[in-house]
């Protein structure tokens, strides 16, 4: 079921429920179907919010590669240089090549982190933004809502004209 069809779902739970003796704009509900339809909610949020936490899992994934990758590097930077230190003839020269066989590969490491950092950011940037456009829709759908109650004397009667003024706006 899509949110959408929770949110008509839940409208329809209000159109449908006792108005409270005395106090016409006041409704009766079922908590409990309530909860039940605010969890569909949840259960159904959209794609791009998994899709964020996907994203961020895959992004420490590659760092901690990265990582691997640059010790593994460094690691046989170091045994190389260990062989070539045995040699005396050329000892100077394997320091030259270990040191910068080292920054060459953090530097690498580095620029890989920096990259995946930055995609992430930006998906994460992406992410919240559609988020935060179908936060703005529920908010806009829920004001019309509370507005279409308080301003209706019988919304038992008027349920088709409220549905209308929220559609109509979609």
């Known amino acids: 079921m899509s949110i959408d069809e929770i949110l008509e779902e839940m409208d329809e739970l209000l159109d449908k429920s006792a ?5 016409s ?3 009766i509900v079922d908590g409990e179907r309530m909860r039940e339809l605010i969890n ?12 964020a936490k996907k994203i961020e899992f895959d992004c420490q994934r590659i760092l901690n590669e990265a990582k691997l990758n640059a010790e593994g590097i460094i690691r ?10 045995s040699k005396e003839a050329i000892v100077t020269e394997a320091k030259k090549k270990a040191v910068d066989l080292i920054q060459k590969a953090q530097a690498a ?5 920096k990259t995946a950092a930055l995609s ?11 988020h935060n456009k179908s936060l703005m829709d529920i908010k806009r ?30």
């Open 109 to 113: 490491a580095a620029n890989m982190q």
């Open 76 to 85: 046989k930077a170091e045994e190389r240089a260990a062989q070539i230190v």
């Open 40 to 51: 569909d909610i949840r259960l159904n949020m959209p794609h791009e919010l998994k899709e």
């Open 120 to 130: 992430v950011a930006q998906m994460l940037n992406d992410a919240e933004a559609t």
């Open 19 to 23: 108005s409270v003796p005395f106090v």
């Open 25 to 27: 704009h006041k409704k």
């Open 141 to 170: 759908t829920k004001e019309k809502l509370q507005h279409a109650l308080k301003t209706s004397p019988a919304i038992g009667q008027n349920a088709q004209a409220v549905k209308q003024a929220i559609l109509q706006d979609k």
